[in-house]
């Protein structure tokens, strides 16, 4: 297992909500960031591009517009086999985006995996890697909150299959090639800088634009909404910090997130009132691939890094919405 703290990170999706944020907490304490990110369409580019040029200003952080499941072309990228850690944040994302373009997610979430492990396994340093899980894996669980020894066999969409199917070739590599990995079954991430296609996103421009919010199985359900800058604590510790518990194996999942599920309702009254402005609402019955309610138990990487969320709905959305406001002046 890696001894030394790393000072070199290899990180991929760095252009993305999550990428951006992990970039600039390794680059506050001084740890090189080498970006890998291939800028696709599925949200506006220029959300990406924006979020770069924040990044290039850095001392420190290096950039390579590389498809990861290029595997030639991404391990052929300058500053890849000085790394001492990977941070693996790159992926099609979306439930139901994966209905209508599933050939993305075969390509983005599988090969691509498959080709970061590849690396991992061929690397000189032979880093850990920390890479990108989701909730989505616990598929329609009714037992709550979800724990990292729950069965995981049934997902009710292909990004959730992708990702569960991500976790099972890192454990195989574990097993196989002795390699030391993490992954993060990350719940539901909001923030300054974040994506367009999520509902704390979309609810705040359409109540400030006034226009209706589509509120999905008539606003029964719940989510464990996890602030960003929570979420950059466990991936950075997680990639950077030796575990506090000995004897770990070499292939670990642990849950992220709030420990604190919203209900849908709730959700919105916090939005109207960072907006300032009441929503109008149309409600839609459940969506495929859509599951009724998220909840993490945090307990394992609470006990092995010392992970413990602070912040509260009612505190991250209003600093979201004067993001929001800034960043796209209304």
């Known amino acids: 297992m890696t001894l030394s703290r790393p000072q070199h990170v290899l990180l991929t999706g760095a252009a993305g909500f999550i990428g951006f944020h992990v970039a600039n907490n390794l680059l506050d ?29 850095r001392d420190g952080f290096s950039f390579h517009q590389v498809d990861i499941a290029d595997h030639d072309a991404f391990k052929a990228a300058p500053g890849i086999n000085d790394a001492d850690a990977v941070v693996h944040l790159a992926a099609q994302a979306g439930v139901r985006y994966s209905l209508e373009n599933p050939f993305a997610y075969g390509q983005s979430n599988l090969i ?17 890697l920390v890479y990108a899980s989701s909730s989505s894996v616990y598929g329609a669980n009714s037992k709550a909150p979800f724990s990292e020894g729950d069965r995981v066999d049934n997902p009710v969409s292909l990004y ?4 569960r199917s991500n976790e099972m070739m890192s454990e195989s590599y574990a097993r196989l090639y002795g390699m030391e990995q993490v992954g993060l079954r990350f719940f539901t991430v909001y923030g300054p800088w974040g994506r367009p296609d999520m509902a704390y996103w979309t609810f705040t421009r359409d109540i400030i634009e006034g226009r209706p919010i589509r509120v999905f199985n008539n606003g029964h359900l719940k989510r464990d909404f996890t602030w960003i800058d929570d979420i950059v604590a466990g991936v950075v510790s997680t990639a950077l910090d030796q575990p ?19 209900e849908l309702g709730r959700f919105i009254e916090i939005v109207e009132e960072a907006v300032g402005k009441k929503a109008e609402k149309i409600m839609e019955p459940m969506q495929p691939g859509d599951v009724h309610a998220t909840y993490a138990n945090i307990d394992a990487l609470a006990r092995d ?11 991250g959305i209003p600093r979201f919405v004067k993001w929001y406001r800034d960043y796209t002046k209304t």
């Open 160 to 163: 959730a299959a992708t990702k």
């Open 305 to 315: 890094h010392g992970f413990a969320p602070t912040t509260k709905l009612e505190d």
């Open 112 to 128: 691509g995996h498959l080709s970061v492990i590849e690396l991992v396994r061929h690397h000189p340093n032979k880093p850990r």
């Open 29 to 57: 304490q001084g740890i090189r960031v080498t970006g890998v990110d291939n800028l696709n369409a599925y949200y506006p580019v220029q959300l990406k591009t924006d979020r770069l040029a924040l990044l290039a200003k």
């Open 244 to 262: 506090k518990t000995a004897n770990l194996p070499l292939h670990r999942i642990y849950n992220i997130g709030n420990n604190r599920p919203v």
